[in-house]
């Protein structure tokens, strides 16, 4: 039911202080990590094409955005792998093994102990998380949330996290399994292996998606050496945003399901669990409780837009939406590149309002008068905000050789103003601009980040109209880039078939097929960066500059809202 704006002095003077000086309002109390990123997955099944498809939005202030490829290699018998802390906070891979700072602008990576090293690892890709390898193996995760405005809740927290000691924290759990895995069943039981032998550091617990084209995995790491994931079926989808999903586990099935051997036990030990009360035992219940509105409505928001059709109800208990979904329509990677960068529009939880419309919702008051819902103060936690280091889609086609079968769709910033380009962990390199730049440091034009952030920021300044601007300029160059790259990957998938013995005899990937995806990819990234530099330019002039200077500065309504008196002349 639409909510209509009630103009109250208290409501006028609350929408003009968020909207000037960006006040945040939560709905409810921060517990700590419904503000974190959002993570949908896809079973190949479920979309148009029949690639599965693993998502992730990396919503962090801090991050250190740069990426890179880190290099296949082989190593001598009886080497060792290095156990690292806070391995991706600031340091530099542009050579590897990389060399730990002592003194990162944003805390440190940290030694912890060594591991036995395998004989070989796989290239894969690198930046504030690691995304996916030259096999193909994607994945994406979500920081998980605990509810401790409970006394159980606080108990869960104390076990779980803060008494959790162990060596492995998500980043380097993810770099090992990328190292490592050839496949998504293999990821996820490497993973297990090392919390159960090295267990969980005291960070807060995750979820991990994770696909190889042919099959899904959702895993959560709940801390200490307690874990648990299951097997996504093909026409289906998932969401998790900061908040523990997995309510089931048949312990009889061990094809679509994987877990710790004390799972169950650890649980009766500890009081939180008895077997003979005929209760089912739900792990996310169990070891990360939350019912975060600011988890669970971006989780009815993504269920809503991909199967609209079972009506769930956004003020809803967060427990009663399925766990899993079949999606209305097959999707394809620019629906959800769509839902990452969504901000409620057309909902009763907006946070803008069109060029020409009166607000209909108060939350449409934190856009502004121009609309701009990424402001960073609304009364509701959209799956595109703000502060997002990138968006990335992990696409793999599971019948296509290995190192071509997986894509990772990349684009720095909010979903809704920044691009995706298609970019190949076995590329011969990355534009220079992936690698450039701090967030601690001056803006320059010749960093990726900072280029989408410039663009993002001025898109800003006149949202509702500035984002057209964008998404004219944007959509058709990405429909025609989405067709191109699979063309490409079925071009390199005829000369990977005819250079085939060189793979199997050395395993390296046949040099014509790395150069037509590196040219290609390498070749597109740049195009896209020069064009968002212009598209910052454009937005600046075009929604700005010459728009502040006519007459009609604000909309009507805004006026009004203010009770703006015109001054007497």
Known sequence: MKKKIFYSCFALVLAF??????VSVQAEPYDGDQSGCTAIAVGKAASTDGSAMIT?????????????????????KGSTRDIVLHSHDYVDYGVYPPVY?????NGGAEIVGTMPQVPYTYAYFHSRYSFMNEKGVAMGETTLGIDSSTPYGREVRQVMIRNSTGLIDCWFAQDIALERAATAREAVRIMGDLVETYKWTNQSAECMDITDGNEVWIAEFYGLDIWVAFKLPDDHVFVSANRARINYVDFGDAENFMYSPNLVSFAVEQGWYDP??????????????SKSLGSSRREWRALDLMAPSLGLNPHADPDTYPLTVTPDNKLTVHDIFKFKGDYYEGTEFSLTVAPDEEPLYDTQ??????????????????????????????????WLPDPIKGISWYGYGHGASTYLTPLWPIMKKLPEFYATGSRYEMFRRD??????????????LRWNSAIQTIREFRDPIMADIYMEAAAVQEE???LFSKHRKEYDKHGKVPKQVVKRISDFAYDTAVNWHEDWKEMGDLLLTEHWAVQATSASRFPEWWLNLINHQPPVR
């Open 447 to 460: 960093s990726g980040w900072w280029i989408n952030t410039y663009t993002q920021r001025m898109a800003e």
């Open 17 to 22: 202080a968020m909207a000037v000086f960006s």
């Open 276 to 289: 003979n009360s005929g209760a089912p035992f739900k792990p996310n219940e169990i070891y990360c409780p």
């Open 56 to 76: 992730h939005n990396d919503d962090s202030s801090v991050a250190d955005f740069r990426l890179w490829i880190i290099p296949a290699r082989k190593w001598k």
């Open 492 to 494: 390199a998938a005829r």
């Open 101 to 105: 700072p002592e003194n990162p602008p």
């Open 365 to 398: 008051l934190a856009g502004g008068p121009w609309g701009d819902p990424i402001r960073g103060s609304g009364f509701e936690r959209a799956i595109g905000i703000n502060r997002t280091c990138y968006v990335h889609i992990g696409q793999v086609k599971g």
